[in-house]
């Protein structure tokens, strides 16, 4: 059974930081490209960065968290990560994690986590 499990998200004040983490099990995590999404309330789930498999060679982003935002993988670990610098109450949302084969839409990946909650207050 696959699971993937998001942590460090909390409540911070803009121009803060936060790093969160998503364990994966039940998968052969480095063959999987790995994305990180949002959804705040009233709005659809957007791509926020993106991972290749394997080395994890390559990333994408959304534009709007170039520059703030750094996606990683541990393949030791079976984690990825999001490290989010700078932040703005416009980050504000619930973030995801998910493993698949693509990289911006939702419909590339197979598997998802339950969410873990980023507030950012102004």
């Known amino acids: 059974q696959v699971q993937l499990a998001e942590s460090g998200g909390g409540l911070v004040q803009a121009g803060g930081s936060l790093r969160l983490s998503c364990a994966a099990s039940?998968?052969?995590?480095?063959?999987?490209?790995m994305g990180w999404f949002r959804q705040a309330p009233g709005k659809e789930r957007e791509f926020v960065a993106a991972?290749?498999?394997?080395?994890?060679?390559?990333?994408y982003y959304k534009d709007s968290v170039k520059g703030r935002f750094i996606i990683s993988r541990d393949n030791a670990k079976n984690t990825v990560y999001l490290q989010m610098n700078s932040l703005k109450p416009e980050d504000t949302a619930v973030y995801y994690c998910?493993?698949?084969?693509?990289?911006?839409?939702?419909?590339?990946?197979?598997?998802w986590g339950q969410g873990t909650q980023v507030t950012v207050s102004s």
């Open positions: 998910a493993a698949g084969m693509g990289y911006y839409t939702p419909a590339q990946y197979n598997y």
């Open positions: 039940g998968l052969t995590f480095s063959s999987y490209a």
């Open positions: 991972i290749t498999r394997w080395s994890g060679s390559s990333t």
